[in-house]
Structure formats: structure tokens, C-alpha cells
């Protein structure tokens, strides 16, 4: 009995808790619907309640004391009508299908005679009953919130359908023996169970919330519990009462008669909104030239991207982050290095743990050192701990994965990195939280080379140009470039649209053009009002000149080899070791005809004009290494990013100087 009241209040108390947390409909209220009838359906779990004192059923043999306290479940399912009295206030009824099933269980304890000697044995007395009906319940309803009713009445099962019983006792402790039936249950009987009361009642409450199911809340779905607590016997002159824990649903409906309203219409006047994109091409000076069309021309190329051997953590982290990837064992048993190779040197850069996996299989002899170091700031000070256990992240992603002789694979733990970024700014201290992988074996971190088609775009940059003229502020755009329904390339943001998007075909090798049809362009707005604009669609030419199409015709062609240099360290123009090996390898590729660009970049640290004038030095120390008369030599600056400078490796990535080789050649 306790614990169906400890139960209903537990859940009344959910209930109040769900409603505090539903905003009101802002349509018309449930409760104004009181003046229409309501049918419907319902169903609900019961948990039953059998309080009890009796020896046993009229009739029924048994040795048991007494049975107390049993307990079921059963079922409820059957029709609804509601009829309203005022507001807030309705009569309502439940007739349906019951059923009211239960057990009880006594186990004594008595002295029986096993082979002879007496011993403690248990019996256990069970007694099942099977009871079903018909119920009605009719109540009294009270709305207390806009969709939360409470219930209040009676429940009458005036018709009993079944009335079954199964009992018996059986004998559980000893393990062996029986009784004098030769069996270890006795006593066993079923049937109708006799002198059953005619009439049942019961106190009945609830509680219950409406949710409309739709615009004219005409269907209404309802989560219902009841409690209902037995007032009379099942049998007569007997202590055997059921009670009942309910939870269940009711589906109602309302019919609402047609009501004729009158409709102010107000006209609303929509802000104005327009915008349109034109688009213009960039030379690599980064002067705007008028777009003929969009020219791709093929190249064969040798490609090197340096390969910063640097793994970046998160501050007093030492877990590797998502953003490098990571394979399974199985993955690298039959991995190639060619794999791990992309267009774009930052994801060449976050496959580094694998490259650098397949190069130690591939080299055998070579060994590495993890220097482990931290910002040397806030919670990493003086943290060499922190600085270790991130080497040992590194280390064990290759030994586990990659399978790696562990012996091969030195740790340094340290503070600042023997040559730390600036930590006077965010940026610095964000660079110097990182494990430097150092290496006796040159193979094992040197530049990543591959040799493939280079496709290269005449203008190397598209510029759109962006013209916002909406009345209402602007809540999104995106500037979209298709060729024949595929999209190359998307540009979006919220709110501010910048006037001008520049779409830098090298950096992004896979949106380049692949075929001669139009390149189209459109711009699409959103605004605060919630209109949405489409620009009209503008077209470019676009002409593709392949390698075979240059063989075929004996066009005069070039090879473009392309090389990048890094590892210049913060504020530094000075050549390491490191990149005078590199510079061996791109004097190889010039010829005396061969052209020369170079071009040198900074990242975001520092004044724009000191970052120009860094980027200078920078192209000017790497051409005086290079011998060939035909140079030319480019400081970009921070003008122009190349990587997104809010990670680490973005900023390394900037630092740089690429040399590109043109060499001539004929087809024969």
C-alpha cells in the first residue's frame, strides 16, 4: 500500500515538473473547448495490489497460515465520454474491459520426516488468482492549468467475467523427499472461486494532461494515472481488498462546430530586398583583370610539400587531437605512403603520425626523438610531466598501430621547444604546445614528393563582387559555383557578407574546372524579415587545354615543378640544415632554360609592413642559394593567406617560400 502511494506521488510530481516546462500555446487555450462533449478511446498497465488476511479461498484445501499481501498486473482498455458543466469543470466516465490479476506467496517453516530422521523443511503456499471485468468509472473532472486535470471518483465493476484460481503447496527445503502424495506439491487445485461479492467499488483519482493533436484541437491525445483504492471485499466476510496503479492513454475527440470570423486584412508591406555578384579575375600581383573566360591548362609536375613534424595539443592536454588522422592496425599492415599524399599540403600535414609510421617500416635503421614540451604558461608551468605523457601519446599511436620497435623511439620531455615560438603573444604560446619529432634518418621527415598532373588557372584567382540591398539586415548568404549542376565551389556565412570572396584556385585543386562547360555563379540572401533573394545566374567561359590535346597538336608545353619550404622559425629568415638539403633537391630540377618564381609569405603575427618586408628576406635568402638567370622574386607578405591561421600548423604552413620551376618543352 505504501509503495502505490510512494509511486503515484513520485509521478504527480513528474507530471508538474513536465508541465513547468511547456510553454503555452499562443492559439486558443484547451480549456475555451469545455463547452463541446468529448468521446473516445483509452488503455492503461495496471499495477495490482492484492492487501489480504485469509487462510484460503472458500472450499479450497490448504495448510497455509494466512496469505498477505499479493500483487499483479493486468490491463484496461475501453471507451470515454466527457460532458462539460461550467468552465473548468466536466463529468466524465470510463467503461471498459479490467483485468485485476494477483499472487501471493507464503513459505512456513515445519519439521518433516525425511528417510526417517526428522528434519527443517519449508513449504511454500501460492495462491494465483485470475480476475477480469467489466468497470465503469465515472468522476468528476477539474482543470487547475490550461492542459493538467485532475480526476476524482468512484470505480464499479458491476459485471464479473472470470474468476479463476490456482493453488498449491510445495515442498522447497529439503532438496530430496516428498510428501505422502509421492510428489513435492500437493494440495494442487483450480477453479471458479466461490462466494465472490456480486458488486466491487473503489475510490478512484487521477491526474492527467492534453496534448492537441491538431490546429483545432478537435483530437486530443492524453497520458492519464490513476489510483484507485478497494472499498469492499472480493469475498465476503473475508480481508482481501484490490487496489490499483494505472498508466495509460486516451485518445479523445471533439467535435467543433464552424464559426464564421471576420478578417481584418492588413496589408504588410515587405522590406525591399535585392543583391547581385559579379565576378572579375586576380593576377598573382593581385591586380583585378577583366574575365574572358576561365582558362585550365594541364602540366606534367613534380610537387614537394614540406612536411612540418610538429603534432599540436590542446592546453594541459596530451591527447593527439581529432583533426590528425588516425588508422586502424589492420589499415597500416597494407598501407602505401602514397596514400597519405594530397593537392593540399595541410592534409598531407594531418596524416604526418602515418607517414612518419610508414617511413620507419621502410627504414628499418632510422630512429626517433620526441621532443614533448609545453606553453612553459598558466596550468603547463614547468609541467614537464604534461610535456612527457604527450611524447608518449605520439609514441604509442606508433607502436600500436604501426607496430614500431618501442626501442627505436626516444623521449626528451621539456619545457619551451628548443626553438619556441614568441610566447608574448596567444598565438606563440598556442605553437610552443607540441611534440617535435626529430630524426638521425633524413627519409623519415623529409618533404612529401609526388609526381602528377598539374592543373593551372588563368586567372589564378576569382574575385566576386558582392552588393547587398535589402532593407532588412541580413541574416545569411552564400555565394555558390557550379559547372553543369555540380558544385565546385560554396562560400557562406551569417550576417556581414564581405564585398569581395576570393576564390584561389591553387589552394583548392579539386574545385578547378574539368570540363568546357560555363562556369555559373549566384549569390543567395537571407534577410531578418525571412525572405529569401536569388541573384540572377551569371556565366563564365571556361576553355581546358590537356596534356593529350597539347601532344596532339604539338603545342609547345612546360613542366611546372612546384616546391615549398618551411620550418622558418618565428620571426627568422635564416636557411636551416634542413632546408639546405631541400634546396639540393630543387637545383637539380633547374635547367638553363628553366624560369624561376619565388615567392615568400608570412603568417598573421606581426605589422603588415614588417611581415612584407620579412617575406622579402625570406625569397631573397632562398633565391641567392638557387643558380639560374632567369629569377624572379616576390614577397606576398600577410597579405594573403594561405592556410587559415587560426591553428598553429596554419600559421607554420605560412611561413614559407615556394619556388616554382618553369622549364620548356616540345613535343617531338
Not at 137 to 162: C, M, S
Not at 172 to 201: A, H, Y
Not at 406 to 431: A, T
Not at 620 to 634: C, E, F, M, P, R
Request: charge should be neutral; hydrophobic fraction near 35%.
Amino acid at each position: 500500500m505504501k509503495k502505490l502511494f510512494l509511486y503515484f506521488s513520485l509521478i504527480t510530481l513528474c507530471y508538474c515538473s513536465v508541465y513547468s516546462q511547456i510553454s503555452d500555446n499562443p492559439l486558443e487555450p484547451l480549456k475555451k473547448q469545455h463547452d463541446n462533449m468529448r468521446f473516445g478511446i483509452f488503455g492503461s498497465f495496471n499495477l495490482n495490489q492484492h492487501p489480504a488476511e485469509f487462510q484460503t479461498l472458500p472450499g479450497v484445501a490448504s495448510c497455509c497460515q494466512d496469505y498477505v499481501d499479493g500483487s499483479g498486473t493486468g490491463l484496461m482498455a475501453g471507451l470515454l465520454f466527457e460532458y462539460p458543466l461550467k468552465d473548468d469543470l466536466f463529468l466524465g466516465i470510463h467503461a471498459g474491459f479490467l483485468t485485476r490479476d494477483g499472487k501471493f506467496t507464503r513459505d512456513e517453516n515445519q519439521i518433516v520426516n525425511i528417510f526417517g530422521r526428522d528434519t527443517l523443511g519449508t513449504m511454500r503456499h501460492t495462491l494465483e488468482i485470475m480476475l477480469s471485468d467489466i468497470a465503469l468509472e465515472p468522476t468528476i473532472n477539474y482543470r487547475f492549468f490550461d492542459k493538467f486535470l485532475v480526476h476524482a471518483g468512484f470505480q464499479f465493476i458491476p459485471f464479473n467475467l472470470r474468476k479463476k484460481f490456482h493453488s498449491w503447496e510445495q515442498l522447497v527445503i529439503p532438496e530430496i523427499g516428498t510428501f505422502e502424495n509421492k510428489s513435492r506439491i500437493r494440495l494442487d487445485s483450480t477453479g471458479d472461486i466461490s462466494e465472490f461479492s456480486s458488486m466491487k467499488l473503489s475510490l478512484l483519482i487521477g491526474l492527467s494532461y492534453e496534448f492537441p493533436l491538431n490546429y483545432k484541437k478537435s483530437w486530443i491525445l492524453a497520458p492519464e494515472i490513476f489510483y484507485s483504492y478497494g472499498l469492499l471485499p472480493e469475498i465476503k466476510d473475508t480481508i482481501w481488498k484490490v487496489n490499483m496503479l494505472r498508466f495509460g492513454l486516451a485518445l479523445k475527440y471533439s467535435p467543433i462546430p464552424d464559426e464564421v470570423f471576420e478578417r481584418k486584412i492588413i496589408e504588410k508591406k515587405l522590406p525591399v530586398l535585392l543583391a547581385d555578384v559579379n565576378a572579375t579575375g586576380v593576377t598573382h600581383e593581385g591586380a583585378e583583370v577583366p574575365v574572358v573566360q576561365v582558362k585550365v591548362e594541364e602540366f606534367l609536375s613534380t610537387r614537394m610539400h614540406p612536411l612540418l613534424t610538429y603534432v599540436f595539443f590542446d592546453e594541459n592536454s596530451s591527447v593527439i587531437p581529432d583533426r590528425y588522422k588516425r588508422i586502424t592496425k589492420e589499415k597500416a599492415a597494407t598501407a602505401k605512403v602514397e596514400q597519405f599524399h594530397d593537392f593540399n599540403a595541410l592534409e598531407t600535414y594531418y596524416n604526418l603520425l602515418n607517414i612518419v609510421g610508414k617511413r620507419m617500416l621502410m627504414y628499418p635503421d632510422a630512429k626517433i626523438v620526441l621532443d614533448g614540451c609545453n606553453s612553459n604558461e598558466g596550468k603547463e608551468k614547468n609541467n614537464i610531466e604534461l610535456s612527457k605523457k604527450r611524447a608518449e601519446a605520439v609514441k604509442a599511436y606508433l607502436v600500436d598501430t604501426w607496430g614500431i620497435a618501442p626501442e627505436r623511439i626516444s623521449l626528451n620531455p621539456r619545457n619551451l621547444p628548443n626553438e619556441p615560438s614568441n610566447p608574448q603573444k596567444d598565438d606563440g604560446v598556442v605553437e610552443n604546445r607540441r611534440v617535435e619529432i626529430l630524426s638521425n634518418t633524413m627519409e623519415i621527415i623529409a618533404p612529401v614528393i609526388t609526381v602528377d598532373t598539374l592543373r593551372v588557372t588563368n586567372p589564378p584567382s576569382v574575385r566576386f563582387k558582392t552588393d547587398y540591398k535589402g532593407e532588412a539586415p541580413l541574416r545569411s548568404w552564400t555565394l555558390l559555383a557550379k559547372q553543369k549542376g555540380r558544385t565546385l565551389k560554396t562560400f557562406s556565412g551569417d550576417n556581414a557578407m564581405p564585398k569581395e570572396t576570393d576564390w584561389m584556385f591553387a589552394l583548392d585543386e579539386k574545385s578547378i574546372p574539368k570540363t568546357q562547360d560555363p562556369l555559373d555563379y549566384q549569390l543567395i540572401v537571407h534577410d531578418n524579415a525571412g525572405q529569401m533573394y536569388e541573384s540572377p545566374v551569371k556565366s563564365l567561359p571556361v576553355e581546358v587545354l590537356t596534356l593529350q590535346k597539347k601532344r596532339r597538336e604539338l603545342f609547345a608545353d612546360k613542366l611546372i615543378d612546384r616546391f615549398s619550404l618551411i620550418l622558418f622559425t618565428f620571426d627568422e629568415t635564416k636557411l636551416t640544415y634542413f632546408n639546405t638539403k631541400v634546396l639540393d633537391i630543387i637545383q637539380s630540377y633547374i635547367k638553363p632554360e628553366s624560369e624561376v618564381k619565388v615567392m615568400g609569405y608570412t603568417d598573421r603575427m606581426g605589422e603588415a609592413d614588417y611581415n612584407l618586408k620579412l617575406s622579402q628576406q625570406r625569397a631573397q635568402g632562398v633565391a641567392n642559394t638557387l643558380h639560374s638567370d632567369k629569377k624572379t622574386i616576390t614577397g606576398i607578405g600577410a597579405n594573403d593567406f594561405l592556410y587559415d591561421n587560426n591553428t598553429p600548423e596554419g600559421r607554420y604552413y605560412c611561413r614559407r617560400v615556394d619556388v616554382t620551376v618553369e622549364t620548356p618543352i616540345e613535343f617531338k
